[in-house]
């Protein structure tokens, strides 16, 4: 591989923790029972779910970076209940939104009992979250969403400018779609507890990237930078990197977001947006921006997304993207200072063609769960779980609520591949232009 993982030392999520000691790198051979690789929701949830399995069985779990420092550390902090859908024509598209939302529910649910069971810290706050646009016409689209959330029976409310500008602080949103189900939590605090709480046969291993791994027979041998693997199973829990290891390659694809946060607002900024409560807004259209404000009163944005090499965004790069994002808090905050942006940061999500996720025994002893297409909190957590239920030839409910979703679809080769997603980034940001 020529391609390495450089650890992001921009992200404010990951700031705001302590930085952890003890980090462990591969520097010779090795050898186990178990072998997962990538150490963010899922594969933390995985080695957990392994450890307590088989306490006598050594397992390593091993990242290309920091544990939890990838996606899983410096995403938007958003546990969802729902995912916006324009609306229905058939029964069918109706079943496979419903296969959807039972996922995420069930993800919601591995969290909280994560969260109790282990006494965790993380903002977790129940405060639902928001569809909202400035476009009066996108009334249409939520309107559509809203009958369909009452058909399944998802507690939700349609609020217009004035409301949303008490709730919000800013009379940017004109529409907006509030559901009650959604949680909002500091995304670096949750996956930090599960690196505590790895069982102690569980060896983490960092800042070793896979280079190679091939089968023979009933063994895996995986060739790191400083040392070589052996395993009897592998799980491949690297959500945005599957396709650069060869996992499923045509049915996943990386997009890179980057996203900026401002320091603490000052009492008297705060006081003049209003003082409002937590928040976190979704947009209605694709390419809009996903926007917060934090517990301790720091806006979060990302407005970006684009295909680009996953693996590294340049300091100058970045800079570009900031740009973007401080003219989008400015739309929306326009009292507020030019020089609010404390730190911003790059991130990789996995996506389908049809929005769907990779859970799969791919053979006997080769297992893989990634490509949440944004939603990788819960359905990262649940997806780690299971899959090494599912690999330790388990059966649960919940593996049949996973089996039961629409399965991924084919993607086309390269160079077509890459030129069908960038059109479609092209015209998703046209539409959303008045968004961003």
């Known amino acids: 591989m020529k391609n390495e993982l450089i650890n992001d030392t921009s992200c404010s999520w990951i700031n705001d923790l302590d930085p952890r000691k003890n980090i462990k790198i591969l520097k010779k051979n090795d050898d186990c029972e178990w072998l997962i690789v990538g150490a963010g929701y899922t594969g933390l949830s995985a080695a957990r779910k392994l450890g307590q399995f088989y306490p006598n069985q050594k397992i390593i779990l091993i990242d290309a970076q920091l544990a939890g420092e990838g996606a899983s550390g410096r995403n938007s902090g958003y546990l969802v209940d729902t995912t916006l859908n324009d609306g229905f024509t058939s029964n069918k598209a109706m079943e496979s939104y419903k296969k959807k939302a039972d996922i995420y529910e069930l993800g919601i649910k591995i969290v909280k009992k994560f969260i109790k069971e282990y006494q965790v810290d993380c903002d977790w706050n129940e405060c639902g979250k928001y569809f909202a646009s400035s476009r009066k016409e996108d009334r249409k689209i939520l309107t559509n969403f809203s009958n369909t959330l009452s058909q399944l029976g998802y507690k939700h409310n349609l609020l217009t400018n004035n409301e949303l500008l008490k709730r919000l602080g800013t009379n940017f949103y004109n529409i907006a779609l509030h559901t009650e189900g959604g949680i909002l939590l500091h995304p670096g605090k949750l996956v930090r507890s599960m690196i505590d709480v ?14 190679k791994w091939t089968k023979n027979k ?7 930078k400083n040392g070589k693997i052996k395993t009897k199973k592998i799980i491949f829990a690297t959500n945005g990197f599957l396709n ?10 990386p997009i890179t977001l980057t996203a900026s946060m401002t320091r603490t607002l000052t009492d008297k900024e705060f006081k003049s947006i209003g003082e409002p409560k937590e928040w976190g807004v979704l947009p209605v259209r694709p390419m809009g921006a996903t926007i917060r404000m934090t517990k301790d009163r720091r806006i979060l944005i990302r407005n970006t997304a684009e295909v680009h090499n996953p693996f590294h965004m340049s300091k100058i790069e970045l800079n570009r993207r900031a740009i973007k994002q401080r003219i989008g808090i400015k739309k929306r905050f326009p009292q507020l200072p030019d020089d609010i942006i404390q730190s911003s940061w790059s991130g990789i999500v996995s996506r389908t063609r049809n929005s769907s996720q990779i859970f799969e025994k791919i053979d006997d002893s080769i297992f893989v769960a990634g490509c949440y297409n944004g939603s990788g909190i819960g359905v990262g957590t ?6 090494a239920i599912k690999a330790s030839e388990e059966k649960t409910k919940e593996i049949e609520t996973i089996e039961a979703r629409n399965k991924p679809t084919w993607l086309p080769p390269e160079p077509f591949l890459t030129l069908g997603v960038k059109t479609r980034l092209i015209y998703e940001r046209i539409i959303a232009r008045s968004e961003v």
């Open 244 to 253: 650069s290891l060869g996992i499923r390659s045509n049915y996943n694809f």
């Open 198 to 211: 790895l069982p102690t046969n569980v060896f983490l291993y960092e800042n070793s990237y896979l280079l």
């Open 382 to 387: 649940l997806f780690g779980e299971q899959i």
């Open 218 to 224: 009933d063994t895996i041998f995986c060739n790191f």
